[in-house]
């Protein structure tokens, strides 16, 4: 079965400062899929960053980085210079080979403080 | 830009009435879902069109709940009767994904915030 954790149910970061959420996933796929979402309090998904299983390269999207680790089963997102308007809901989730569903973390919620 | 459109935005409704959402997906997207979001908790999935095949709904509660893709567009989900436990944010999805093999990124919808009082 598929899994995603996300061990931190609240963070806080210093505007401009860096900030790491962590997520570690299970499967037993070859192939697979890697996203991270926003969700502010308004309510919709926000897609952010998208890594591959077999990209040896980690994503960036702008100040967004994705710290992909395979061995240890961890893709942990990476936001850079924090703005005020970061604070939300950060949702780790992963797609595997095939008619799947996505399957989401339980989230983070990032406070960012001025 | 192109977006995932649903409505309503908002929704309340009083136990064992009949309530349905609507979603219409980006254009050219194959591939639907409806996820239900509980307060603090991550999205789970309802049920996934594929065109109008539905390819999971393991999920679904069946006796209450149902869902359908008619012309492989947009999209209607269906609750009867509406129990307490329904209360929560029912979001819409769509990837594009013609074969529904390929890992793409998933847009949402700004979902329905459902109260069932």
């Known amino acids: 079965a598929q899994k995603i954790t996300q061990t931190q149910p609240g963070m806080f970061v210093q505007e401009k400062e860096a900030v790491t959420l962590d997520c570690t996933y299970d499967t037993s796929d070859q192939s697979y899929g890697l996203f991270w979402y926003k969700q502010p309090s308004s309510g919709e998904m926000i897609f952010l960053i998208y890594q591959g299983s077999y990209d040896e390269q980690n994503a960036t999207e702008g100040r967004y980085s994705l710290n992909f680790q395979k061995a240890r089963k961890s893709a942990n997102l990476v936001i850079s210079a924090s703005q005020l308007g970061d604070s939300a809901m950060y949702f780790c989730?992963?797609?595997?080979?095939?008619?799947?569903?996505?399957?989401f973390g339980t989230g983070t919620r990032l406070k960012v403080l001025a | 830009e192109a977006e995932v459109a649903q409505s309503p935005r908002y929704k309340i409704t009083e136990k064992s009435q009949a309530v349905a959402f609507w979603c219409d997906p980006i254009?050219?997207?194959?591939?639907l879902y409806w996820y239900r979001q509980i307060l603090g908790q991550g999205p789970e999935l309802l049920v996934q069109f594929q065109d109008e095949s539905v390819v999971d709904d393991s999920q679904l509660p069946k006796d209450r709940f149902s869902a359908e893709r008619l012309k492989g567009v947009d999209s209607t989900l269906k609750i009867q009767p509406a129990e307490l436990g329904d209360s929560a944010m029912y979001l819409c999805a769509s990837s594009f994904s013609p074969s529904g093999l390929e890992n793409t990124e998933a847009f949402f919808g700004q979902g329905t915030r459902l109260t069932v009082v």
């Open positions: 254009s050219g997207h194959a591939t």
């Open positions: 989730a992963m797609r595997g080979h095939g008619y799947v569903k996505y399957i």
